[in-house]
């Protein structure tokens, strides 16, 4: 399957490809052979020879979806171009940024009424002894934060807004 992905703010062509329990993945001009296991929904585990990545995927607002893989967050909107199946992604309207995992909040990177930049870091959380950065996902103003530090998060948990 031939894909166009915004990861981001950055274009890119992806290429997927399933054969025998392998996926074969092409990233712009790099190619991936990979091994690739789903013990949950939404987590995947990467075999790449000896190196293991795990990779979480969800949606907070059903336009993107949230990645992080090795502690990094990305936000990234695939377009199949098979069926040029493109949806709309405006990122009009206060957004919510959403915990990726359960964890602890360890800081509180901005308050309210701080302008955020999109891709800058709003919370960083810390989930299996990683500190995982939780991002804006557009340019703003933050209009809430509803954790503080020290405090315990859940998965999909809201930990602030951006208007």
């Known amino acids: 399957m031939k894909y166009e992905a ?7 062509s992806l290429e997927v490809e399933q054969h025998n ?14 091994e690739v296991a789903t013990p949950e929904r939404g987590v995947y585990l990467m075999f790449l020879g000896d190196q293991v990545h795990e990779v979480r995927i969800w ?12 502690g ?14 493109v949806s709309e992604h405006r990122l009009e309207g206060p957004q919510q940024i959403i915990a990726p995992m359960p964890g602890k ?46 405090e315990s998060v859940n998965n999909k948990q809201v930990l602030a807004i951006v208007e």
Do not use: C
Request: aromatic share 4%; glycine share 10%.
């Open 59 to 70: 949606s907070a607002d059903g336009n993107f979806l949230q990645v992080t893989v090795g």
């Open 105 to 150: 909040v360890v800081r509180v990177l901005l308050k309210p009424g701080d302008e955020v930049a999109a891709g800058q870091g709003v919370v960083i959380v810390e989930a299996m002894k990683m500190q995982n950065e939780i991002k804006s996902t557009k340019a703003g103003r933050i209009l809430e934060v509803r954790v503080a530090e020290g």
């Open 72 to 85: 990094r967050q990305f936000t990234a909107n695939i377009i199949d171009r098979k069926h040029r199946r």
């Open 6 to 12: 915004e990861i981001n703010g950055h274009q890119i």
């Open 21 to 34: 329990g392998r996926v074969v993945a092409r990233a712009g001009k790099r190619s991936y052979d990979l």
